[in-house]
């Protein structure tokens, strides 16, 4: 793939939250905190409805982010436009030494009827 192509694609500006210490007044707790933004092209894959019970399902969404190799890792969230992509895996893009593919996925819960 043409490096030009691929660099006009990346148009979505996404953040990438990394899990932070930070102190409190009962003491430390754990939160996500804004690490870099990065931009990206946000590419759907499949959509899966599982039923766990009568009265609960969740629809899990796929999606392949591309973007430029950064220190991104796997205990990180990627938010965009305050939807939250929760990392399955990365892999680097084979055709371009400079780039990753992170795949993600979106979990949403219903209960009862929808």
């Known amino acids: 793939m043409n490096k030009k192509v691929l660099a006009s694609r990346l148009n979505n500006r996404v ?16 939160e996500y905190k804004l690490y870099k933004k990065v931009w990206a092209d946000i590419i759907p894959l499949s959509v899966n409805s599982v039923t766990t019970s009568e009265d609960f399902e969740y629809i899990e969404t796929k999606f392949k982010i591309i973007m430029r190799k950064t220190d991104i890792t796997e205990t990180d969230i990627i938010y ?35």
């Open 15 to 30: 953040e990438i939250h990394r899990e932070q210490i930070v102190e409190g007044n009962l003491g430390d707790k754990r």
């Open 80 to 114: 965009y436009k305050g939807t939250k992509y929760e990392i399955s895996h990365i892999i680097p893009f084979f055709n371009e030494n400079t780039y990753i593919e992170v795949h993600c996925f979106i979990k949403k819960e219903f209960y009862g009827e929808f």
